[in-house]
């Protein structure tokens, strides 16, 4: 048990802690990739390959470049997110997130010797559809959000387009098991900037001490939260291992090992 006396609040990241991202994402990738094996014989995954390549040369060139890395926004969520949201940025993304797709789609088909414009529109359109399909919880989610509901106060800390990580939250339903939620493109700042972690706490009215971050990644989750003072655990589902130039206050291999260690009478 590491839960000390004081402790009130317990944040939790959103992408590949409490929902998977990236197997979600690689599954929409290869069901619409079979678009290409029936109308030209590509097998998926030379597509599903190829895209991504071609889809982070683009997301790299993107204008406003600056603000998707301050707030987390990844080449592949772009080409499913809307990117709704006042922000001047959003603004931009939003009207500039169709041509995008297209080019990101018809630029991978080109890698693999295939030229056709209306294809990649197809291709463009179908993702999206496909990976709205996918809002996959882990099974020893909502469990642990059951358990801890009422023992302490819950905050869910995640980076990312607002309307996109709101989108996966509503689709995995367990945004009413959090007293707070921030979102990193809502404020034009993400982990492991202190700024956020500063307003998930203020928001929870916790002190550092009295809080622990709960994610996946070490940089932005583990290193972030302990430089303001917090305490951070790294939940580590695929068993990688580190080399301790970022050291977790504790490692657990799923969520459900967590109840055990911040015990707390309801």
């Known amino acids: 048990m590491i ?18 991202e990236e197997a979600s994402a690689e599954a929409a990738f290869l069901t619409t990739c079979e678009l290409a094996r029936t109308r030209y014989s590509i097998a998926p ?7 991504r390549e071609v889809c982070r040369q683009f997301w790299h060139a993107c204008p406003v470049r600056p603000y998707c890395v ?22 931009f993304l939003c009207d500039w997130a169709p041509t995008y797709r297209r080019q990101s789609w018809h630029g991978a088909l080109r890698k693999l010797g295939i030229d056709d414009v209306d294809f990649a529109a197809e291709l463009a359109e179908t993702f ?64 492991p900037d202190p700024r956020i972690y500063e307003t998930m706490l203020s928001r929870l009215d916790a002190r550092p001490q009295e809080a622990i971050m709960i994610g996946n990644s070490l940089h932005t989750d583990v290193q972030g939260a302990q430089a303001v003072g917090m305490k ?11 080399d301790d130039t970022i050291a977790p206050d504790l490692e657990v291999a799923t969520l459900a090992d967590l109840k055990g260690l911040l015990a707390r009478p309801a």
Do not use: C, M
Request: overall charge neutral; charged content about 25%.
């Open 128 to 191: 999206p559809r496909h990976r709205r399909k996918l809002h996959v919880v882990y099974e020893d989610t909502q469990p642990v959000l059951e358990h801890f509901r009422g023992r302490y106060r819950l905050g869910l800390l995640t980076n990312g387009a607002p309307d996109l990580q709101r989108e996966k939250i509503a689709g995995a339903g367990i945004g009413g098991s959090f007293d707070e939620i921030v979102i990193s493109g809502d404020l034009g700042f993400g982990k």
């Open 45 to 51: 995954n030379r597509l599903h390959a190829s895209v």
């Open 70 to 91: 301050e707030v987390g926004i990844s080449s592949w969520e772009a080409l499913w997110a809307r990117f709704h949201g006042q922000d001047e940025n959003l603004r």
């Open 3 to 20: 839960a000390p006396a004081e402790l009130k609040a317990l944040i939790f990241d959103l992408d590949d802690t409490l929902v998977v």
């Open 232 to 242: 951070a655990i790294w939940v580590n589902r695929a068993g990688a291992t580190r």
